[in-house]
């Protein structure tokens, strides 16, 4: 079985859309692939209650409790190699990853960012796209790479600016395509594995 782990820092919107997607289109007996663990650097991450639903196991790894960057993602790596992970899904996790950290999972960790790369990496995607006069947004799955939000595309989708888009209004237009596109990015992959 290859095992899917997904790290989290809040909502997890994007996890629960791949747990669901994964159940309807029974990755187990078609892709040999299951989401295994979930794991979140927030103990109050709204996504944990549903995995934990869902019967994943779940794990907390508060990142406030490590002196340095280093010694959390070796925390990290640590508990996610437990679950011998074919691929290690970042959704909404809102850590700076450390070069050696990406390296051990080298061509198995990927990235939804909410822009559509190259454009707008980092913060405040939404509001940067509505100040720049964009009028298209949407988002992007990457290979993730020592690099922040710069790896090789795997899939995009396009949404509409419209007039009176705020941040927000944009945001959540962006996240019903991120819904469809993460878990369609994955099959692929895992359809290659
Ligand atoms: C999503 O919009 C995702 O693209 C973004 O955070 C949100 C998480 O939502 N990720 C980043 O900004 C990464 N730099 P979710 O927790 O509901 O999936």
């Not at 707008?120 to 993730?144: E, M, N, P, S, Y």
């Amino acid at each position: 079985m290859k095992n899917i782990v997904i790290l989290i820092s809040g909502g997890g919107s994007n996890m629960a859309a791949m747990v669901r997607t994964a159940q309807q289109q029974q990755w187990d007996k078609r892709l040999g692939a299951r989401v295994a663990a979930v794991v979140s650097n927030k103990a109050d991450a709204a996504g944990l209650a549903f995995a934990q639903a869902q019967g994943i196991a779940t794990e907390v790894l508060d990142h406030k409790r490590f002196a340095t960057r280093e010694a959390f993602d070796t925390a990290l790596a640590e508990r996610i190699d437990r679950h011998d992970p074919a691929l290690v899904v970042l959704a909404g996790f809102m850590r700076i990853l450390t070069p050696g950290f990406v390296a051990h999972y080298a061509g198995r960790l990927i990235n939804i960012h909410p822009s559509l790369l190259p454009a707008f990496t980092g913060l405040h995607t939404h509001q940067r796209a509505i100040d720049a006069g964009c009028k298209f947004a949407g988002c992007t799955v990457h290979q993730v790479t020592a690099e922040l939000d710069v790896g090789p595309i795997l899939d995009q989708a396009v949404v509409p600016v419209l007039p009176a888009d705020t941040a927000a209004s944009l945001a959540a237009r962006v996240l019903t395509q991120e819904h469809v596109v993460y878990p369609r990015a994955v099959a692929q992959l895992l359809s290659k594995m």
